[in-house]
């Protein structure tokens, strides 16, 4: 897998919070994941052949009507041409089957949303991708790489589903192949037009040592339509990639623009107060980082940050300065 080896040497190492934004529990926003069919001789096995897959005979795309001699059983004219099996799409058989995945994941887990784009899979083929979904959903957090791994498995089933490309993209952003997750929310977007991506995708730019692309999708017009949790996502992102550049003031501007007085708790909150005290630290603004630590401390309850830490650090070195 294309990874981190293009990456700044201060990015976070793989499933680490990227600088500048706070720590959190995963990325996917649908709860994707999956379970392991029948083991031993029902295992179904990896379509390495691919070329005909749900689709009919194959026909001449020529334009013209193949020329036929009247006699049903004339086939003259040369030996039969085999397709070009270099060209054919592969699938290793370990990649296909996934990681084992737990009984008790029956693809229910998996949110109606997404469930519906399932339907029109066959009953068995639906219910593995299904399960394999769920599993990258439950593991995200905690195994980003097997929830990677579970999401490579629905894809090599369902590859044109901007659901499942979603899914992959998610974990694979979670487990930090930024080029592949990249390269999979732009499949799922070109399949959907989708516009919730920008933010990863943005990120994934950083990550890969481009801020400037990660800047120009941060000012895409869609941008001013994205609820308050997408749109603070975006201003994080954007923030880091000033800090990239070393335009330090620049990211303030850009935190300092954002409702981080919000009254709100919620975690989109957090996450601005988080970066927006991060930033001031870095900028050497000691006292004043200190201060928005404590103020994303007091409302994330749930500690998803660790801002009481940082808080504690600061009062150390504010006190000797």
Avoid at 33 to 54: L, M, V
Avoid at 75 to 82: H, I
């Amino acid at each position: 897998m294309a990874d981190q080896r293009g990456r700044r040497d201060d990015a976070p190492k793989k499933g680490g919070p990227r600088e500048g934004a706070a720590p959190r529990k995963g990325t996917s926003s649908r709860g994707t994941s999956g379970a392991r069919s029948g083991a031993g001789s029902d295992r179904d096995r990896a379509p390495y052949d691919r070329s005909t897959q749900g689709r009919g005979k194959p026909s001449d795309r020529s334009g013209k009507p193949a020329e036929r001699s009247g006699k049903p059983s004339d086939r003259t004219g040369g030996p039969r041409r085999t397709p070009e099996r270099s060209a054919v799409p592969r699938v290793d058989q370990a990649t296909y089957d996934g990681p084992p995945l737990p009984d008790d994941i029956n693809g229910m887990e998996l949110d109606a949303s997404v469930r519906v784009h399932l339907k029109d899979l066959p009953d068995k083929l639906g219910s593995r991708v299904a399960r394999h979904l769920a599993a990258a959903g439950r593991l995200i957090d905690d195994e980003p790489e097997v929830a990677y791994q579970h999401a490579l498995a629905a894809k090599a089933r369902a590859p044109r589903l901007a659901v499942v490309r979603e899914a992959v993209g998610e974990a694979a952003y979670a487990a930090g192949h930024y080029a592949e997750a990249l390269s999979e929310l732009r499949a799922a977007k070109r399949m959907n037009g989708a516009t919730a991506y920008l933010p990863i995708m943005a990120d994934c730019h950083r990550a890969l040592g481009n801020p400037t692309r990660a800047l120009e999708l941060a000012k895409s017009p869609s941008v001013v339509r994205f609820a308050a949790p997408a749109k603070a996502e975006m201003t994080i992102v954007e923030a880091g990639a000033r800090r990239d550049l070393g335009q330090m003031d620049a990211a303030l501007r850009t935190l300092e623009v954002s409702p981080l007085n919000h009254k709100g708790r919620e975690p989109w909150v957090v996450r601005l107060r988080y970066a927006y005290a991060d930033t001031l630290e870095h900028a050497g603004r000691l006292n004043e980082a200190l201060t928005w630590f404590h103020k994303t401390n007091a409302i994330d309850a749930d500690e998803d940050t660790d801002a009481a830490d940082r808080a504690e650090s600061l009062e150390k070195r504010v006190d000797r300065s």
